[in-house]
């Protein structure tokens, strides 16, 4: 159904929404829940085993969380995110889960309508966004309870589905209609669009001395000759809904602030070498599965070529490896190195990805030696090209060259957010404004207890994008985004209140 069939919100595009949410996963998800008026308070019976944080909640227990200093309650806290209100918000939801313990939550939700801030959340397809598309073989690399979003147990959901939950690691397709139902059992449906599709969103400029006049997209140039008699106004969203019958409805929103939750799993990363486009090339899971799946690598003799050091490159190597597919695995790393993933990771919960990592460092080439008929592993090798032929010229970091015959190639290397929509594909955005948008390396700039972009006032980013690729982490970017929405909502109103102009923020 068309976005101006929906709401009558949307059929007066001179309404502006308090906050339009780019991105329907996770991130979209929660932050929606807490601007829908949703408010975390401390548990009356609740004890954080954290002494001086608990001292610090019952300071304020009579206010929710969003009421609070973030940043007093964040202090001298530590966890695996460099967000400080991600790991406030984490180890109130999940205390001291990184030491394997399973306490409870020290937080009771409750929800307060007159909070509700108007929004909507965008998505290219059902809430959950990305989950849905994952390949459905492997468990997630997380435990099912730290998936969960706020007010709805993972198990509580399982059990409802008369489904016995063997260990505490689920299948991606579980997790992706859990976030589905979600939506629907929290009455978040109405915020939510699905099939939309952005292609532009953009600053709107008024002059100061224009008053009511029509709002109008101006040049850069325009803006460094005469920025000093203009101010920065709303934000214009252009895109497209997909309906049933194929056709694409384009829309126009207009929203005082915009939150970017996309994730970063739209671009698959490339090696940017010769050949890389041929056919047998692959970037991406489900495409290497899909291949397998058709019998396309069943009996041949030649090698699949596996690129990469992580997990995605490890379900590849796992999925090759069940179907008796020989393996080829080049990564630039040292099997030593410890910022591999493995390293992160308990034996006895991860049995499977240990055995790549084990296969990793003992089943590695050596110039005196043959490829190994199910595995070997090429550390501190990268790809220098693919040829027509399908071979691939191989090269150590001594400089020593090799080339070797394959039945196909998988490229896992990471992948980068699509934010063609905005201004330079968002990269004014990052910490090297020259360098796309990464989680790992260059993440978008945030205020860390707000999530505002640094460089753009009213902009916000959070989950992947700003360096949270964990469920658990990327909920804190949603209580950032709903406190500092909250605090300006409150003080709009006090000034309208006192008399204070027209409240035009």
């Known amino acids: 159904m068309p976005l101006v069939e929906e709401t009558s919100l949307l059929e007066d595009s001179s309404v502006t929404l308090p906050v339009v949410v780019i991105g329907n996963g996770p991130s979209g998800i929660c932050l929606s829940y807490m601007l829908s008026g949703y408010r975390p308070y401390l548990s009356s019976e609740a004890i954080h085993p954290n002494a001086i944080l608990h001292s610090k909640l019952e300071e304020g227990r009579h206010l929710s969380i969003v009421d609070q200093d973030l940043e007093y309650l964040s202090e001298g806290l530590e966890g695996r995110s460099s967000n400080p209100v991600a790991v406030l918000f984490d180890t109130l939801l999940h205390p001291d889960a990184d030491f394997g313990y399973d306490y409870p939550s020290v937080l009771h939700w409750k929800l307060e309508q007159h909070h509700y801030i108007p929004h909507l959340v965008l998505g290219k397809g059902p809430p959950g966004g990305a989950w849905h598309n994952m390949e459905g073989s492997m468990l997630t690399i ?45 009455g978040l449906q109405k915020n939510f669009r699905e099939n939309t599709y952005i292609t532009s969103v953009s600053r709107l400029y008024r002059d100061q001395g224009e008053g009511d006049g029509q709002d109008r997209n101006i040049s850069t140039q325009h803006l460094q000759i005469e920025k000093s008699k203009l101010i920065k106004r709303n934000w214009e969203i252009r895109g497209y809904q997909r309906v049933a019958d194929g056709s694409h409805v384009p829309f126009c929103l207009f929203a005082e602030n915009v939150a970017l939750a996309t994730g970063t799993l739209d671009s698959p990363a490339h090696l940017e070498i010769e050949g890389e486009d041929l056919p047998f090339v692959f970037h991406s899971m489900p495409e290497f599965g899909a291949a397998i799946g058709k019998g396309k690598l069943r009996g041949k003799a030649d090698p699949v070529l596996i690129v990469g050091s992580g997990l995605t490159a490890a379900d590849a190597v796992l999925c090759a490896y069940n179907n008796n597919i020989p393996v080829i695995h080049v990564f630039r790393r040292r099997v030593t190195d410890p910022s591999l993933i493995f390293k992160q990771l308990p034996k006895k919960l991860y049995p499977e990805y240990h055995k790549v990592y084990h296969m990793m460092c003992t089943q590695s080439y050596s110039v005196d030696s043959t490829l190994l008929s199910a595995y070997t592993s090429f550390p501190e090798h990268h790809v220098l090209s693919f040829k027509p032929d399908m071979k691939c010229i191989l090269q150590s970091i001594s400089g020593l060259k090799k080339i070797f015959k394959l039945s196909a190639a998988v490229v896992l290397i990471g992948s980068h957010p699509n934010l063609s929509f905005l201004k330079e594909q968002g990269c004014y955005l990052g910490h090297n404004s020259s360098q796309p948008i990464t989680c790992k390396t260059n993440p978008v700039e945030i205020d860390a207890y707000t999530y505002e972009c640094v460089k753009e006032a009213n902009l916000f980013a959070l989950g992947p994008l700003v360096g949270d690729n964990f469920v658990r982490f990327l909920k804190g970017g949603a209580l950032g985004v709903t406190r500092c929405l909250a605090t300006r909502q409150k003080k709009k109103h006090l000034f309208v209140e006192r008399g204070g102009g027209d409240g035009i923020a």
């Open 142 to 186: 997380s435990f099912g309870n730290w998936m969960e979003l706020p007010g709805l147990k993972f198990k509580d959901w399982v059990s409802s589905k008369r489904r016995n939950l063997k260990g505490d690691r689920v299948m991606p397709e579980e997790i992706a209609r859990y976030y589905k139902h979600y939506v629907k059992v929290m």
